[in-house]
């Protein structure tokens, strides 16, 4: 009991470095991202100096100086660009919707090899058919050199796919095989 309440100043202060990160990106004053960039990074020297000073919250203030600084680059994109939203818990909640509904359709407990192979368009599938309903007429590509493109390498994964189950069904059979056709070739007839 006494260690908790001796250690209570030092979980305060803890917090209160996590909520003034928080305010300072939060950007409550609207202002530009080189404005909020310049404010944080004085915030975290401000952290490193007393840092020094924290006692047993040393590693978990270094650790949070470490994880700021491997998102810096990123950080402050949301400020410059109209309408991007500050985190991805949106992208993350359509992507886990995603997973649930096609687990709960194929009975699967992990993702089926379609949703792997052809996800660039079923997830745009799935969530364009959210939010209306699509007729024949719409659903035709308006760039079929793009959209063969778009077959063309979806039915790259799928072959190669194909290939490595091929090797797990019977590995032998096909080096076998390999062999023969790399001796076919390199033979002169």
């Not at 919250?57 to 949070?64: E, G, I, V």
């Not at 700021?68 to 886990?96: I, K």
């Not at 997830?123 to 024949?136: C, F, H, K, N, Q």
């Amino acid at each position: 009991m006494v260690q908790t309440a001796s250690m209570w100043p030092a979980i305060q202060t803890a917090f209160g470095f996590v909520h003034r990160a928080a305010a300072i990106l939060d950007n409550p004053q609207e202002q530009r991202g080189s404005a909020v960039r310049r404010r944080y990074r004085d915030f975290l020297r401000n952290v490193a100096a007393k840092t020094k000073r924290a006692g047993k919250l040393q590693p978990a203030l270094r650790h949070f100086l470490k994880v700021t600084r491997s998102y810096w680059p990123g950080l402050f994109h949301c400020y410059g660009v109209p309408d991007l939203p500050r985190t991805n818990n949106g992208l993350e909640q359509l992507f886990g919707s995603t997973r649930h509904h096609e687990r709960r359709c194929t009975g699967r407990k992990a993702a089926s090899p379609s949703l792997v192979l052809r996800g660039s368009v079923r997830i745009m599938a799935g969530v364009g058919t959210r939010t209306r309903s699509w007729e024949g007429h719409q659903l035709a590509p308006a760039d079929i050199r793009a959209w063969r493109a778009l077959r063309a390498s979806i039915e790259q994964r799928r072959s190669a796919r194909s290939l490595r189950y091929r090797f797990r069904r019977d590995p032998a059979a096909y080096l076998a095989q390999l062999e023969t056709l790399l001796l076919k070739r390199t033979l002169p007839p």
